[in-house]
């Protein structure tokens, strides 16, 4: 019987049944951040259990760490160097590879390890932190656990995961120019809603995916937990090899050989069947921007807020959403001021995103009254920009240029936006108080956030100089140079 | 682990949907490296009239008298959605919430619950609606009482619903179970597997060597 990609990873991890639709799962590569994988280290520690094999598990510095230059371990979030002390100490006695707060190679654990080519193509990858499902972008299966789960998975190298079905989610066409893998994102679940993929693992797959670059890739993953799903994923292809092949933690010479002829037969094959299967056209979309409080209220930046009918959203919910966001039904989005404008997190903080965002900003100035954020995602990123004058672009501009982490995406670093400011993001959550308590948070594609900027309104990057479509050149360009080990 | 038979209990009504963990516990509220001394930092952005403060406000509905002793949530939909943070069923747990019943969970919540006591009941919106509106009724006494071993969700006025949970879970939280303990005990089948992996995959078995140095 034709098998999905879903079904090849998972039976090539299970170590056996458990009854049921529950199997033990191998694990071939964890993930842990100062926030959620301190207290598993920590509490495994305590129970008197090793981590059984240290040489996959690796460690980062983002959820906590500040992102202002000249950072140390002290930051703003109550009680947090505790957090960045002691993930170093209960990591350095486990024996695992820690980028920590001054490493070269720190960063967004989810910028970092596709990076460094920590997750491959059909490994099984777990991190305590929801957009895990970022990483099924190179064909991997990844998904987001809590921190008990973490301590499983380092204490036995598995998992007992509940069998997941499965949704093929197909994007056709050709996205226009200025219209990215965040704009599918948000059409998707705007669409199909924040509960869509519960229940399943999603394969993203057609023409228009097969088009976006790894980094895209990535970012069209990164929201599979918005949509509810157990992970996303995409099948590996020849850019997908390109892409990791040379990166330092890649296979080398005849490992890599052998591990390029596994990773081909890790595709869907033809006549599979999904559980479920969504087709959405692309060639009519236009870049999209959220009006509420969650990312299924998107509507095209050239929309109006919708009627409670239009919304998909029960009444509570909605005049809930308009109450706190500051709207009116049928308010133009386009029209709305903006207090401050982020470019930044593991959803948008690549450096194909940043090079898009610096077309944009080239030879203009970000409005007068409009504090703009960029933080790249890993101080890799953040050195190829420097590399290439970005950081000249943005800083010109009006922005500031961040050491790397999550930053204000959330409380990472202790940092907030204001109560009622309204947040042009390049984010993935528009929560209430997510990017601090009552700011008004708008999430969109980082072209549409340095058009915001410029404009000190929510704004259409198209028609501005300097846009490029997403599976462009400077995608090609980033994946050549960016990252090396 | 806890472990969960029978619980009848006052049942408090959160029924929004989309509720996400940031809401649970706010991310100020996670002060060390602890599973625990989370609970007075449940719902923090709601519970207390000021951000960071402890000055209880009176309309929340676990600050009225009524829901005092509340040890069952009803929620929406896509329940515990957004961060992973384990931190928001600790502080659940903490707070003496044992169950949590709505038509869906966000995945990585609902697991959560699992590993650590709290009984996550899938029920539909229509009849969580229902429930919530005979709670309100008069909570001190209209308690809901769940049963996993019989797996229904029942009322002293009669209702019953009965709810799916996979034998696994269930096991766990009947049981009161240590899963690491349970699945050490496979570990020759474990060690099989790897050997014949790393045959298979000898890329995916780093050596220190190329990070350490």
């Keep these: ?485 | 682990m806890e472990k969960f038979d029978t619980l009848t209990a006052v049942a408090a009504p959160l029924l929004r949907d989309n509720l996400d963990t940031d809401a649970i516990i706010p991310s100020r509220e996670m002060k060390s490296v602890s599973k625990t001394g989370l609970s007075a930092g449940l719902f923090a952005g709601w519970r207390y009239t000021a951000i960071g403060g402890r000055e209880l406000n009176p309309n929340f509905v676990l600050n009225k008298p009524q829901f005092g002793g509340t040890r069952i949530i009803l929620g929406g939909s896509n329940f515990g959605c957004g961060s992973s943070r384990e931190h928001a069923v600790w502080a659940l747990h903490e707070y003496g919430i044992r169950a949590v019943i709505a038509p869906s969970f966000a995945p990585i919540f609902f697991g959560n619950c699992i590993r650590n006591g709290v009984v996550p009941v899938r029920m539909p919106a229509a009849k969580v609606a229902a429930l919530a509106a005979w709670v309100e009724q008069d909570p001190a006494t209209h308690r809901v009482t769940v049963d996993l071993t019989a797996q229904s969700v029942s009322t002293s006025a009669g209702d019953m619903h009965r709810f799916e949970l996979d034998d696994e879970p269930r096991a766990m939280l009947l049981e009161g179970l240590d899963a690491i303990d349970l699945t050490l005990k496979q570990r020759p089948a474990i060690a099989a597997f790897r050997e014949r992996d790393r045959r298979e995959r000898p890329w995916i078995y780093l050596d220190k060597a190329q990070w350490t140095s």
């Design chain 1, 1 to 485: 019987m034709p098998r999905t990609l879903f079904d090849k990873l998972w039976a090539q991890h299970e170590v056996m049944s458990l009854g049921g639709s529950v199997s033990l799962i191998a694990i071939d590569r964890i993930f842990l951040h100062e926030r959620t994988g301190s207290v598993a280290l920590k509490s495994l520690q305590e129970a008197g259990r090793a981590v059984v094999d240290p040489g996959r598990v690796f460690c980062t510095m983002d959820h906590i760490v500040d992102t202002l230059p000249g950072r140390g371990d002290e930051t703003r979030v109550p009680g947090g160097k505790a957090f960045i002390v002691e993930t170093r100490e209960a990591a350095a006695e486990a024996g695992i590879r820690v980028f920590d707060v001054r490493d070269p190679q720190q960063g967004i654990v989810h910028v970092i390890s596709p990076e460094l080519a920590i997750v491959l193509p059909g490994a099984t990858v777990v991190c305590p932190d929801s957009h895990t499902c970022t990483q099924g972008a190179v064909g991997a299966l990844a998904w987001g656990i809590g921190s008990t789960e973490a301590e499983h998975a380092l204490a036995t190298g598995t998992l007992r995961v509940d069998r997941p079905k499965t949704m093929r989610v197909r994007f056709e066409g050709r996205l226009a120019p200025g219209v990215t893998a965040k704009d599918l994102t948000l059409a998707l679940i705007s669409r199909h809603g924040s509960v869509g993929g519960n229940g399943y693992a999603v394969e993203y797959a057609g023409s228009a995916v097969r088009d976006l670059d790894i980094e895209a890739r990535l970012t069209l993953c990164n929201m599979a937990t918005e949509f509810s799903a157990f992970t996303g994923m995409i099948a590996p292809d020849q850019k997908t090899f390109d892409y990791l092949q040379g990166r330092q933690y890649a296979p080398k010479g005849e490992d890599w050989e052998r591990a390029v002829a596994h990773w081909r037969t890790l595709v869907t094959e033809e006549g599979a069947s999904f559980d479920q299967e969504i087709v959405i056209e692309v060639g009519e979309l236009a870049p999209m921007i959220t009006w509420g409080t969650s990312p299924q209220h998107a509507v095209p930046v050239t929309g109006v807020v919708p009627s409670l009918e239009a919304s998909g959203t029960p009444r509570e919910a909605y005049d809930r959403a308009l109450q706190y966001m500051g709207l009116e039904s049928g308010q133009p989005l386009a029209e709305l001021k903006i207090g401050a404008a982020f470019i930044g997190s593991c959803t948008n903080s690549r450096i194909s995103d940043l090079r898009r965002a610096a077309s944009i900003l080239k030879g203009r100035k970000v409005a007068e009254g409009v504090r703009a954020i960029c933080v790249p995602g890993s101080m890799t990123v953040k050195r190829q920009a420097e590399a290439e004058g970005l950081d000249q672009v943005f800083r010109d501009a009006g922005f500031e240029w961040r050491e790397s982490g999550c930053s204000m995406c959330f409380f990472a670093g202790g940092e907030s936006f204001g109560a009622r400011e309204r947040v042009v993001s390049s984010t993935n959550r528009n929560f209430e108080s997510r990017q601090g308590p009552e700011t008004r948070t708008h999430i969109a594609s980082p072209e549409t956030v340095a058009a915001s900027a410029i404009a000190g309104h929510l704004a259409d990057v198209r028609g501005l100089a300097g846009v490029t479509p997403a599976t462009g050149a400077a995608g090609a360009a980033a994946n050549a140079t960016a990252g090396r080990g």
